[in-house]
């Protein structure tokens, strides 16, 4: 497994070994159940499907019900690319949990960054604003956006105000530094996208290998 799912516990600060005070995101990463495997000659494509979280009995219809034949009902449900040697020795109702991470790894983590409603060009864009004197009656207004007589039109893309966050977000390159697996959790350096108890999902970075155990003085 490259990745398992996981909610987001909150921010915190821990030391590490030389002294150093991190920022860190606290990660109740796992277990996580196959609840559907999918292979390459009858899918197209191969892929493990991960459950995470218990469902209530009551929220589950029958569609979904007979799709959890084999294992108890999840909340969530994510798809992870595996290659068609990976998944041979997999089968439905196998579970993962923080285990496949250690301590130095590097992880990307992506998740819904938190919504926060309409917003103004300042706010949202960082538009500097106008005068900020009495008269000037052009405080935060976006101001002029026309393009002349050619073409006549506002461009795609241009920056106004309108809904901000809500957005999926996938952070890089973020490093592990510390490990409970009694209690399923990752600490990870820095910030996470998301509010407390989203859903995230956590997999093994692309542009870093795996470190080793840090030993507290790399950069991430």
């Not at 052009?138 to 893309?157: E, L």
Request: hydrophobic share 30%; aromatic share 6%; glycine share 16%.
């Amino acid at each position: 497994m490259n990745g398992l799912l996981g909610k987001k516990i909150g921010a915190t600060q821990i030391f590490t070994e030389n002294g150093r005070l991190e920022p860190a995101t606290l990660i109740e990463v796992g277990p996580c159940d196959i609840v559907q495997i999918k292979a390459d000659g009858k899918d197209g494509y191969s892929a493990v499907q991960l459950g995470f979280l218990d469902a209530k009995p009551k929220n589950v219809n029958k569609p979904a019900k007979g799709h959890f034949k084999s294992v108890t009902p999840k909340r969530y449900l994510r798809e992870f690319r595996i290659d068609e040697a990976g998944i041979k020795d997999m089968k439905v109702g196998d579970r993962f949990s923080v285990d496949i991470f250690n301590k130095g790894d590097f992880v990307d983590i992506r998740g819904t960054s938190k919504g926060k409603g309409f917003q103004g060009g300042v706010r949202r864009w960082g538009f500097r604003g106008g005068p900020g004197g009495h008269g000037s009656m052009h405080h935060r207004a976006p101001g002029s956006i026309g393009s002349s007589s050619f073409p006549s039109r506002v461009f795609k893309g241009q920056h106004l105000p309108g809904r901000m966050g809500g957005d999926t977000i996938t952070t890089q390159n973020l490093r592990i530094l510390d490990i409970d697996k009694e209690n399923n959790l990752l600490t990870v350096k820095g910030a996470v996208p998301g509010h407390k108890d989203s859903l995230v999902v956590v997999t093994i970075s692309k542009k870093k290998k795996r470190k080793g155990v840090s030993d507290g003085n790399t950069k991430a």
